[in-house]
Nanobody, 119 residues
Framework: QVQLVESGGGLVQAGGSLRLSCAASGRTFSSDVMGWFRQAPGKEREFVAVIRRSDGWASYADSVKGRFTISRDNAKITVDLQMNSLKPEDTAVYYC????????????WGQGTQVTVSS
């Protein structure tokens, strides 16, 4: 099992920044790939960004490219999401997820952290 705990959510004005962090524990060898997803009220959960911890390869949703940056600290087994130039449409509950490889589905999910961007 892998346990994921998110932190760093909050309320920010449009144009501001927030940094989310996801700490993994447990069988972390099963979490080489870690991603961020978000779910806004009344909408389906959507992909935001992903990183492969072993080599740092990363990918982003078009809606956040150029504004969000995903990074990892393998010593601490954390993955951060730096969110800049936030927009009201970024308001959502943000979830961290982990899986063993890109070919697999996400096996582990965090509880989520609320991000609210006011206009």
């Amino acid at each position: 099992q892998v346990q994921l705990v998110e932190s760093g959510g909050g309320l920010v004005q449009a144009g501001g920044s927030l940094r989310l962090s996801c700490a993994a524990s447990g069988r972390t060898f099963s979490s080489d790939v870690m991603g961020w997803f978000r779910q806004a009220p009344g909408k389906e959960r959507e992909f935001v960004a992903v990183i492969r911890r072993s080599d740092g390869w990363a990918s982003y949703a078009d809606s956040v490219k150029g504004r969000f940056t995903i990074s990892r600290d393998n010593a601490k087994i954390t993955v951060d999401l730096q969110m800049n130039s936030l927009k009201p449409e970024d308001t959502a509950v943000y979830y961290c997820a982990a899986k063993a490889s890109l070919l697999k589905s996400y096996d582990y999910w965090g509880q989520g952290t609320q991000v609210t961007v006011s206009s």
